[in-house]
């Protein structure tokens, strides 16, 4: 891991403590929704933590550290689709880049373990389980576009967390980027029900409540993570 200077703890409390205070704010005023739009609030904290990476990649200088920022980017745009912009027609691509940033993701683990026939053995499953999906589901229901690209976004998501998995074992301070994955995953199965509505009983207020709850401090941990990557260790492929 990086050494810290003065600066470098100053930096990473401010990021800290406003990414804090957005995230209470936002919570406090969704428990009384229609009182202040907390869209902003919610854009904002991701908006800080691709700046924050971005501060981590000047402050490394190192190859690896570019691709948090890569995919926050590619978040960035996901949000702005499925959370600022209303227009269902832009839900597609909001979609599209939120696989692309899953794909970083994938980047980014394979870039550190450099193991090759992993990088093609998780090439197969993602093409295999993806389409495998995608026929059960068409077989239930009539599916369109939307929801077969939701299928191949979730398995691309979920294969990251259990491929990530790999690096806590090589060094225990990738547990940050790993849980940054799982609370991911929590956030979108509350997004999957709230769009789905197929359970009865569900009070999809909480569902919509939890799905915040759980995506803003997934970023930030998925943004710290760019402090602990780094290019010890890799064996050639």
């Not at 703890?9 to 202040?36: H, K, R």
């Not at 739009?37 to 190859?63: A, M």
């Not at 193991?115 to 077989?139: D, G, H, P, Q, Y």
């Not at 074992?169 to 199965?189: H, N, P, Q, R, T």
């Given at each position: 891991?990086?050494?810290?200077?003065?600066?470098?703890?100053?930096?990473?409390?401010?990021?800290?403590?406003?990414?804090?205070?957005?995230?209470?704010?936002?919570?406090?005023?969704?428990?009384?929704?229609?009182?202040?739009d907390t869209t902003w609030f919610k854009?904002?904290?991701?908006?800080?933590?691709?700046?924050?990476?971005?501060?981590?990649?000047?402050?490394?200088?190192?190859?690896?550290?570019?691709?948090?920022?890569?995919?926050?980017?590619?978040?960035?745009?996901?949000?702005?689709?499925?959370?600022?912009?209303?227009?269902?027609?832009?839900?597609?691509?909001?979609?599209?880049?939120?696989?692309?940033?899953?794909?970083?993701?994938?980047?980014?683990?394979?870039?550190?373990?450099?193991?090759?026939?992993?990088?093609?053995?998780?090439?197969?499953?993602?093409?295999?389980?993806?389409?495998?999906?995608?026929?059960?589901?068409?077989?239930?229901?009539?599916?369109?576009?939307?929801?077969?690209?939701?299928?191949?976004?979730?398995?691309?998501?979920?294969?990251?967390?259990?491929?990530?998995?790999?690096?806590?074992?090589?060094?225990?301070?990738?547990?940050?980027?790993?849980?940054?994955?799982?609370?991911?995953?929590?956030?979108?199965?509350?997004?999957?029900?709230?769009?789905?509505?197929?359970?009865?009983?569900?009070?999809?207020?909480?569902?919509?409540?939890?799905?915040?709850?759980?995506?803003?401090?997934?970023?930030?941990?998925?943004?710290?993570?760019?402090?602990?990557?780094?290019?010890?260790?890799?064996?050639?492929?």
């Amino acid at each position: 891991m990086q050494k810290f200077k003065k600066i470098d703890w100053i930096v990473i409390s401010v990021f800290l403590l406003i990414e804090m205070a957005l995230y209470l704010s936002f919570l406090i005023l969704d428990m009384n929704p229609g009182t202040i739009d907390t869209t902003w609030f919610k854009y904002s904290g991701v908006v800080l933590c691709l700046i924050f990476s971005i501060y981590c990649v000047f402050k490394k200088k190192d190859k690896i550290s570019l691709f948090i920022p890569l995919a926050l980017v590619f978040t960035l745009i996901s949000d702005y689709f499925l959370l600022i912009n209303t227009d269902m027609d832009l839900f597609i691509p909001g979609l599209a880049t939120f696989i692309i940033t899953q794909l970083i993701y994938f980047l980014l683990i394979s870039y550190k373990r450099r193991k090759r026939n992993e990088f093609i053995l998780n090439i197969i499953l993602r093409i295999l389980i993806s389409a495998i999906l995608i026929f059960v589901a068409s077989t239930l229901v009539k599916i369109d576009w939307l929801v077969s690209l939701a299928l191949i976004y979730f398995t691309q998501l979920l294969i990251n967390f259990c491929y990530s998995v790999c690096l806590i074992k090589e060094d225990k301070k990738y547990l940050i980027f790993v849980s940054g994955l799982l609370i991911f995953i929590a956030c979108d199965i509350n997004v999957g029900l709230n769009n789905a509505h197929i359970i009865d009983g569900i009070d999809y207020k909480i569902v919509n409540y939890l799905m915040w709850l759980f995506y803003l401090p997934s970023q930030v941990l998925l943004a710290c993570s760019n402090l602990v990557f780094d290019n010890k260790n890799i064996q050639k492929i």
